[in-house]
């Protein structure tokens, strides 16, 4: 078999706000990904000044303010502290 060589592109992996890995990872309706506190804060600020709420990446818009749902995927990925073993007996 071959090495397992899972590449972790970290650009797939990152918030677009804060440009970190993903920290407890959510996912809009237009399936793109943040940080559950980047977009909360993000949100804030944009609900304050113009009352919306948006995509930073697609800026597609979403009124109301959508339920943020876990990414359950990226938040194990993004955990991942030790290396599978995979065994099998
Ligand atoms: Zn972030
Ligand atoms: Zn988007």
Request: proline share 6%.
């Amino acid at each position: 078999m071959a090495q397992k060589g899972v590449l972790l592109h970290q650009e797939t992996f990152s918030c677009s706000i804060c440009l970190d890995l993903l920290k407890d990872p959510v996912t809009t309706a237009c399936g793109h990904s943040y940080c559950r506190n980047c977009i909360k804060s993000f949100w804030d600020n944009e609900e304050k000044k113009m009352g919306i709420h948006s995509c930073p990446q697609c800026r597609k818009t979403f009124t109301p303010r959508p339920v943020l749902v876990k990414n359950t995927m990226l938040a194990a990925l993004t955990t991942i502290s030790v290396p599978e073993h995979g065994q099998k007996q």
